[in-house]
Antibody, heavy 119, light 111 residues
């Protein structure tokens, strides 16, 4: 049973960098059939894709966030990570890590972690 | 403003049928697969439909998906109170922006 678990600070100060890690268990992050991504959901709002990564390190980012986002993968630890720089209150959201197929179906999600941007 | 347009809310009585629409364009729905997600309060989204009309293992056949042109539809029959949730459509947008896009979500109320 594949499981994904987000971890990282729940509170980040404005202008600082948000850092989250997703640990994958019950399966290999090096699976050739899947990609790994981050999606966020501001309180009371809809879903927004942040970006995705393949185990080889190839990345795809939301154009509106691209200048602030870095996603990386550590196959030795079966983890992938998100860094979002220069955060503002608008970046306050539940952040989900998830696995998706090449046609962008998302069958596996972490439980999500709330990150609040506040001083 | 979401790239994919969904009605903000729909409602129906238990046992009835409801449909939720998702409207896009040729750069997204028109040329890519659509998936649908159910999000119960306080939980992560759950895949209901993938590749327009396929159901993952464990999803009852009360849930169905279809696509025509630049629109997609989620159907739910035999409504249950446990179906009250937010529903999202999603796809890839292959325009210059090259982006994963979701609808704004539809709140289903089972009266």
């Amino acid at each position: 049973q594949l499981q994904l678990q987000e971890s990282g600070p729940g509170l980040v100060k404005p202008s600082e960098t948000l850092s989250l890690t997703c640990t994958v268990s019950g399966g290999s992050i090096s699976s050739s059939s899947y990609y790994w991504g981050w999606i966020r959901q501001p309180p009371g709002k809809g879903l927004e894709w942040i970006g995705s990564i393949y185990y080889s390190g190839s990345t795809y980012y939301n154009p509106s966030l691209k200048s602030r986002v870095t996603i990386s993968v550590d196959t030795s630890k079966n983890q992938f990570s998100l860094k979002l720089s220069s955060v503002t209150a608008a970046d306050t959201a539940v952040y989900y890590c998830a696995r998706h197929t090449v046609v962008f179906d998302w069958p596996h999600w972490g439980q999500g972690t709330l990150v609040t941007v506040s001083s | 403003q979401s790239v994919l347009t969904q009605p903000p809310s729909v409602s129906a009585a238990p046992g009835q049928k409801v449909t939720i629409s998702c409207s896009g364009s040729s750069s997204n729905i028109g040329n890519n697969y659509v998936s649908w997600y159910q999000q119960l309060p306080g939980t992560a989204p759950k895949l209901l439909i993938y590749e327009n009309n396929k159901r993952p293992s464990g999803i009852p056949d009360r849930f169905s998906g279809s696509k025509s042109g630049t629109s997609a539809t989620l159907g739910i029959t035999g409504l249950q109170t446990g179906d009250e949730a937010d529903y999202y459509c999603g796809t890839w947008d292959s325009s210059l922006s090259a982006d994963v896009v979701f609808g704004g979500g539809t709140k289903l109320t089972v009266l």
